[in-house]
């Protein structure tokens, strides 16, 4: 039952992924965002019904917003739709009038529902999260300073139907000419390019990317991931059926200690419950050092506030040289029972650098 805390796209690869694979109406990625049609039919962009929003938080910032023209109704909305029809929870963005409603719907209806007048730079981010009792609806202009506009108690689905939910980014009308609602940056603040290379089986797969982007190897089975930049760049490698694995980064051109230059990499974990996790996060220049510096980092339900602490990572964390060791003891796994995100922080004095951030994903233990 993977958190939609976990679902992250900056729509930066012009592709629909897999994880919108509920996805109707003709919408598109392209530009950098997802396009959902606004028509007299009906388009969303759409997870399966396979998630859960138990304790999770999602955010999103809206582009463009379906114009009223000579509709009676014409809107774009945020839900997550619970197992029974009509039950759900969200925002939607009214372009008749001008407003933007708070809503925890049964049968397609919230006779407690809160609408505010909608203020495209005021509300260009919108962020649901729930902790277990209440349900939060957060607006921000710029996806970093957040004011809550409605707090609700939780219903009781959310909890009921924790790997049933889908989430799902919408837009119709009743009359008038056809236009777009326009989604970005989802659960992200990342906007970089994304280049992807992908292998599977024994093999060796290689992003490489230049000036400030982000290059992206995946693998799957015995392998190995290396993603190589040049200039102010990420990077991300993973590897799934190792034991451990390693990623390197070469920033060439590029001297240290400017590596507060640096935007995050994405580097996925895939940890094991119950079992000893290692991996080992090296940068390749020549003579560099992380002397000095100490290294944090937390696995959370969600990024920022609204996450909940899963695991502080701290105290499994070595700096050694150019390198940055992660060593979670069996005992400790074993505790860990959900997905989630996570974030590794460099620190020296008052510089922090984040070097890498992605999302966590827990293989749930059989042998006890």
């Not at 919108?20 to 606004?38: D, K, L, M, Q, R």
């Not at 007299?40 to 955010?59: E, K, P, R």
Request: aromatic share 8%.
């Amino acid at each position: 039952m993977p958190s939609l805390s976990t679902l992250i796209d900056n729509f930066n690869d012009g592709v629909i992924g897999p994880d919108w694979g509920n996805s109707y109406g003709g919408v598109t990625e392209s530009g950098g965002v997802a396009h959902v049609p606004c028509t007299a039919g009906f388009a969303g962009l759409q997870t399966a019904y396979s998630w859960t929003f138990a304790g999770a938080a999602i955010f999103v910032k809206i582009g463009t917003v379906p114009a009223a023209d000579t509709a009676t109704e014409a809107y774009c909305g945020v839900l997550v739709n619970g197992d029974a029809g009509g039950t759900r929870i969200g925002f939607t963005i009214k372009s008749v009038g001008a407003t933007l409603r708070m809503q925890s719907d049964s049968g397609y209806f919230d006779p407690d529902a809160v609408e505010i007048a909608y203020n495209a730079t005021v509300h260009a981010f919108l962020r649901l999260s729930e902790d277990g009792t209440n349900v939060y609806w957060d607006t921000s202009p710029d996806g970093s300073t957040w004011t809550n506009r409605r707090t609700a108690p939780s219903p009781a689905w959310i909890a009921a139907a924790v790997d049933v939910c889908a989430l799902d980014l919408s837009s119709h009308r009743d009359a008038g000419a056809d236009d777009e609602a326009t989604y970005d940056l989802f659960n992200t603040l990342s906007n970089g390019a994304v280049y992807t290379g992908t292998a599977t089986g024994s093999a060796l797969s290689t992003g490489t990317a230049t000036g400030v982007r982000t290059a992206v190897g995946a693998i799957t089975g015995s392998a190995q991931a290396n993603a190589g930049v040049t200039g102010i760049a990420t990077f991300h490698g993973s590897a799934v059926g190792s034991a451990q694995s390693d990623a390197s980064a070469v920033s060439a051109g590029n001297e240290f200690p400017e590596v507060a230059n640096l935007a995050a990499g994405r580097w996925d974990l895939r940890i094991e419950q119950g079992g000893t996790f290692i991996q080992t996060f090296t940068v390749t220049d020549v003579g560099f050092t992380w002397d000095g510096w100490s290294a944090r980092a937390q696995i959370r339900t969600a990024p920022a506030d609204s996450g909940a602490l899963l695991l502080d990572l701290a105290d499994y964390l070595t700096v050694t040289g150019a390198a940055v060791r992660l060593a979670i003891p069996a005992a400790i796994t074993e505790a860990l029972d959900r997905n989630g995100v996570w974030d590794l922080e460099m620190v020296n004095g008052p510089a922090v650098v984040r070097i890498l951030e992605g999302k966590v994903r827990v293989s749930l233990e059989v042998t006890r």
